[in-house]
């Protein structure tokens, strides 16, 4: 059944994003592909506000790929990593990590935490080992945004390199990777950007990939030290990519960085969520967290109290109802959380029409 996705991914693609699927076929070992594997490698450096210092790569795969290829590459043997864990994408970063040995500071302030910096700078000072932090930028399981510029000027403080999972976030907040002091970071086509799943990128300081040696990674296909080395000398990636997908990646960064320009997609998000949030607190919803913690794409937020249904029947009554949301999760979900996301094209005037059938279905 079609539905309007107001989940955090897949999204609502573009019109021009959907139609650049239909491109004729080329091959990945073609001029042609090199010039647009070379194009979306300038485009995503821009999504990330990265001067020359930094260099991308592409991944075929979702979020994970990308966050796989750069935790099972840069660790050497004997390295540590700190990594701040406030949810369940913080749990995944963990998962990676612990699947490929690392030895993992697990720092964890509880769900939808901020992190004590004091406490951070502890575990840092006493833990030479480190070589890096990570952290998630937006936390979509809470729609938290974390302290990301006050975790980089730790890091650099402490002479620790800095990754950070922006899945859920190129797009959607404002990223500054030289401001945030961020050497490493992830996303994928098929969030903020309003591209299809699986179309990966990572986005990184030049100096660090050239030194991640091919050998030092764990993971064949997830190779960091690959994917730089086979896109510097040859434009190319490392394995066979999702080529198709390319012209869609192109067109959705054309899109974001041209057409609507980085900081009106940023406002055209924060501009629904207030409608959609608004909306929601005018029929009485609560919210997990105060509006200046969320996001710009994802609303985290409860069934009323007495309210007969469960989540789960009230996610199933909007599907059928044409809008796609997710059911919180973990413990949210016992607690009748539910997420609204507004990633991808979705305009004011959707949230609004959204907002009129979820009040029909909570109080008929
Ligand atoms: C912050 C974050 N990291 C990682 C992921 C995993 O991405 P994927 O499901 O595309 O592998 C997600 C997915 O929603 C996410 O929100």
């Known amino acids: 059944m079609k539905t309007m996705l107001f989940s955090p991914g897949p999204v609502m693609v573009e019109e021009p994003v959907r139609q650049s699927l239909l491109h004729y076929d080329i091959c990945h070992r073609s001029a042609e592909f090199e010039e647009l594997f070379v194009d979306i490698q ?59 040995n690392v030895p993992t500071h697990n720092y964890q302030p509880g769900w939808a935490n901020d992190p004590d910096l004091a406490e951070v700078e502890e575990i840092l000072k006493n833990n ?107 434009h190319q990636t490392p394995n066979t990519p999702n080529v198709n997908l390319f012209w869609p990646l192109q067109a959705a960064l054309d899109w974001a960085l041209e057409k609507e320009t980085l900081a009106g997609r940023v406002d055209r998000y924060k501009e629904c969520a207030k409608i959609l949030r608004d909306g929601m607190r005018e029929m009485g919803l609560k919210f997990l967290l105060p509006d200046e913690k969320m996001s710009n794409t994802v609303t985290s937020v409860f069934l009323p109290e007495g309210c007969k249904m469960k989540v789960d029947e009230f996610v199933t009554a909007l599907e059928k109802a044409g809008y796609t949301v997710y059911p919180g999760k973990g413990k949210y979900l016992e607690m009748n959380m539910f997420q609204v996301a507004n990633m991808g094209a979705i305009y004011p005037e959707d949230c609004k029409k959204f907002l009129a059938v979820m009040k029909e279905i909570i109080f008929g």
């Open 42 to 100: 300038a485009k995503v450096l821009r999504l990330f506000n990265a001067d020359d210092s930094y260099y991308s790569v592409i991944v075929s795969g979702s979020g994970t790929s990308a966050n796989e290829t750069c935790l099972s590459s840069v660790f050497a043997e004997g390295d540590e990593a700190l990594l701040i864990n406030n949810g369940v994408f913080g749990d995944r970063l963990l998962e990676i990590l612990t699947k490929y």
């Open 128 to 234: 030479p080992k480190i070589t890096f932090v990570c952290m998630v930028f937006h936390e979509t399981s809470t729609s938290m945004i974390n302290p990301v510029n006050a975790i980089g000027k730790l890091a650099k403080k402490y002479g620790k390199y800095y990754f950070v999972d922006c899945v859920s976030a190129a797009g959607g907040q404002h990223i500054d990777v030289v401001e945030n002091g961020i050497d490493l970071c992830t996303s994928v086509g098929g969030k903020c950007l309003g591209c299809y799943p699986g179309s990966a990128y990572i986005c990184g300081k030049e100096e660090l990939m050239a030194k991640t040696a091919p050998a030092q990674g764990k993971n064949v296909y997830l190779n960091l030290g690959k994917h730089y080395q086979i896109a510097k000398s040859s």
